[in-house]
């Protein structure tokens, strides 16, 4: 265990690269009618995309894909945090049950013997590939172990400094956060695209799916993308698409949380350097440029991968799925990050295309989960999974988008043992939040008139039985994850 683990430090020292023995031929002979599977993670990508309607950014590859795609209108994460979000994605368990339900437990403390998605890939003879961050910790986590036949975590380049000084570079305040102090928030160079990591995650991809239609042995790439997560490093022409940012800052009203419970709040404005409760709009905007500027440094890089995918002639034989790990707030409610159970860090975007499918440039408004993914591709790709997911297929909405597979989908936040702070139900109109299992401590808004969830409406009596009803659900869900 030593060894590995000296092995692995010294991998991560240049970017991280392995390779292990392929899966075998009669498992390849197996699966070569299967469709291949193109997975592509963003980290900390809110749903803030041309597409759906965010006017702030530039998307244009990210917006062809999602029109050719079934656009999940009501896709959301199981919490609002890189690790726990994920191990349930490539689980399809809810974060209970697989043990995240805290985000401080190692994936799969509590389900040992779980196999994770592309493991799950491998296992039914597909040629696996890993680029970035498909797991919280790729360097580290156990659960990579017999995932991959191929596997790099590409590094930012020194060389990029070479290029020319940082035109917009800020740090984070030292008095506002001992753990972040003069940590970058974010930095730019008048560098190429390839000195960072998700640019050359890309490149690799399309190297991959070179290699694979030769060999014709299907494959599962997932190319985790780094961007746009913090700290927003990205080549300074990107930065320079957004010149103004001062229409994408929100002004807040003080009052909203006169009726919402403080337990919704999180802390992190203050590492940013904001004031609780105060807009700061020069701060606002340099910080909203930044992250702006890294959603379109990735949809550069996105639109490189799905060029080479037509090119190859491999789109009518592989299903692409594009998604993010959770939202981000910018300023909404005062917050910024993620780590809420607001709809801003809960909504990711996230669009499926299957070839043929009824559903390709179409949009529904059924709530789903991350956690659904794996049941799908299992779905699709008639892959044999051991244990039992708690997950949907969304085949059906592929095949009609007008349908529904569940009413609501469930989420959870907090770093509270035993029990998570917050439960929250995300439905086509209506979002509920209980906090620390206190009936009296919930929220509840409607989506349809109230988008941003600024009036909580259970704190209004003609909803009363309505949020009856929704603490019942709550329960009745947390209970069928743990089989209580």
Same mark, same amino acid.
């Given at each position: 265990?030593?060894?590995?683990?000296?092995?692995?430090?010294?991998?991560m020292a240049?970017?991280l690269?392995?390779a292990?023995q392929a899966?075998?031929?009669?498992?390849? &002979?197996?699966?070569?009618?299967?469709?291949n599977v193109?997975?592509v993670m963003?980290?900390d990508l809110a749903n803030?995309v041309?597409?759906?309607?965010?006017?702030?950014v530039?998307t244009?590859?990210?917006d062809?894909?999602a029109?050719?795609?079934?656009n999940?209108?009501?896709?959301?994460?199981?919490?609002?945090?890189?690790?726990?979000?994920?191990?349930?994605m490539l689980?399809?368990?809810?974060?209970e049950?697989?043990?995240q339900?805290?985000?401080e437990?190692q994936?799969?403390?509590?389900?040992p013997?779980?196999?994770i998605m592309?493991?799950?890939f491998r296992d039914?003879?597909?040629w696996?590939g890993?680029?970035?961050?498909i797991s919280h910790?790729?360097?580290q986590?156990?659960e990579l172990?017999g995932?991959w036949?191929?596997f790099h975590l590409?590094?930012l380049?020194?060389?990029?400094?070479?290029s020319?000084p940082?035109k917009y570079?800020?740090r984070?305040p030292?008095q506002?956060?001992?753990k972040?102090?003069?940590r970058?928030i974010y930095?730019? /160079?008048p560098?190429d695209d390839?000195?960072?990591?998700?640019?050359?995650?890309a490149e690799?991809?399309?190297s991959w799916?070179?290699e694979?239609?030769?060999?014709?042995q299907p494959?599962?790439?997932?190319?985790g993308?780094? &961007?746009?997560?913090?700290?927003?490093?990205?080549?300074?022409?990107?930065?320079?698409?957004?010149a103004d940012?001062?229409?994408?800052v929100?002004n807040e009203d003080v009052?909203?949380?006169?009726?919402?419970?403080?337990?919704?709040k999180n802390?992190?404005?203050?590492t940013y350097?904001f004031?609780?409760?105060e807009?700061?709009q020069?701060?606002?905007?340099?910080?909203?440029?930044a992250y /702006?500027a890294?959603?379109t440094?990735?949809d550069?890089?996105f639109g490189k991968?799905?060029?080479a995918l037509d090119?190859l002639?491999l789109?009518?034989?592989t299903?692409?799925?594009?998604?993010?790990?959770h939202g981000? /707030?910018?300023?909404?409610h005062?917050?910024w990050?993620?780590?809420?159970?607001?709809?801003?860090?809960l909504?990711?975007?996230?669009f499926?295309?299957v070839?043929?499918?009824n559903g390709n440039?179409k949009?529904? &408004?059924s709530?789903?989960?991350?956690i659904?993914l794996?049941p799908?591709?299992?779905d699709?790709c008639g892959?044999d999974?051991?244990?039992k997911?708690?997950g949907k297929?969304?085949r059906?909405?592929m095949d009609?988008?007008? /349908?529904s597979v569940?009413?609501?989908?469930?989420?959870?936040w907090?770093k509270r043992?035993?029990?998570?702070k917050g439960r929250?139900?995300?439905?086509?109109?209506y979002?509920f939040?209980?906090?620390?299992d206190n009936?009296?401590e919930?929220?509840?808004?409607d989506l349809e008139?109230?988008?941003?969830?600024?009036?909580?409406?259970?704190?209004?009596?003609?909803?009363?039985?309505?949020?009856?009803n929704?603490l019942?659900?709550?329960?009745?869900?947390?209970?069928?994850?743990?089989g209580l």
């Amino acid at each position: 265990m030593k060894k590995l683990k000296l092995c692995s430090l010294i991998m991560m020292a240049a970017g991280l690269s392995f390779a292990v023995q392929a899966s075998s031929p009669d498992e390849a &002979k197996n699966a070569t009618k299967r469709p291949n599977v193109l997975f592509v993670m963003c980290d900390d990508l809110a749903n803030r995309v041309g597409v759906n309607g965010y006017p702030h950014v530039q998307t244009p590859n990210i917006d062809k894909f999602a029109r050719s795609a079934l656009n999940f209108h009501r896709a959301v994460v199981q919490y609002p945090m890189c690790g726990p979000s994920r191990a349930s994605m490539l689980t399809g368990l809810y974060c209970e049950k697989v043990g995240q339900d805290t985000g401080e437990a190692q994936m799969f403390q509590y389900s040992p013997g779980v196999r994770i998605m592309p493991q799950i890939f491998r296992d039914n003879g597909y040629w696996t590939g890993g680029l970035g961050k498909i797991s919280h910790n790729p360097w580290q986590d156990p659960e990579l172990e017999g995932s991959w036949d191929e596997f790099h975590l590409f590094r930012l380049k020194e060389e990029r400094k070479k290029s020319g000084p940082s035109k917009y570079s800020m740090r984070c305040p030292v008095q506002n956060d001992k753990k972040w102090s003069e940590r970058i928030i974010y930095q730019s /160079h008048p560098a190429d695209d390839k000195y960072y990591p998700d640019a050359q995650s890309a490149e690799q991809t399309i190297s991959w799916m070179k290699e694979r239609k030769e060999d014709g042995q299907p494959f599962f790439i997932a190319c985790g993308f780094l &961007k746009p997560h913090n700290p927003y490093t990205c080549p300074e022409k990107y930065y320079d698409m957004y010149a103004d940012s001062s229409a994408a800052v929100v002004n807040e009203d003080v009052s909203d949380w006169d009726n919402r419970p403080i337990h919704a709040k999180n802390s992190f404005f203050n590492t940013y350097g904001f004031k609780w409760k105060e807009n700061d709009q020069e701060r606002a905007e340099g910080i909203i440029r930044a992250y /702006h500027a890294c959603i379109t440094y990735v949809d550069a890089q996105f639109g490189k991968i799905m060029n080479a995918l037509d090119e190859l002639g491999l789109s009518d034989n592989t299903i692409v799925v594009f998604t993010s790990d959770h939202g981000y /707030h910018l300023g909404e409610h005062f917050l910024w990050a993620k780590f809420t159970l607001f709809d801003e860090s809960l909504r990711v975007p996230t669009f499926i295309r299957v070839p043929g499918a009824n559903g390709n440039g179409k949009t529904t &408004k059924s709530p789903v989960g991350l956690i659904d993914l794996l049941p799908t591709l299992q779905d699709y790709c008639g892959l044999d999974i051991a244990h039992k997911m708690q997950g949907k297929s969304l085949r059906p909405l592929m095949d009609d988008p007008s /349908h529904s597979v569940k009413e609501y989908e469930y989420s959870i936040w907090g770093k509270r043992e035993p029990e998570p702070k917050g439960r929250s139900l995300l439905g086509e109109r209506y979002h509920f939040i209980q906090w620390l299992d206190n009936e009296n401590e919930v929220e509840l808004y409607d989506l349809e008139k109230d988008p941003g969830e600024h009036v909580n409406l259970a704190r209004h009596p003609e909803y009363g039985a309505m949020v009856k009803n929704f603490l019942k659900m709550v329960q009745e869900k947390r209970g069928s994850i743990l089989g209580l």
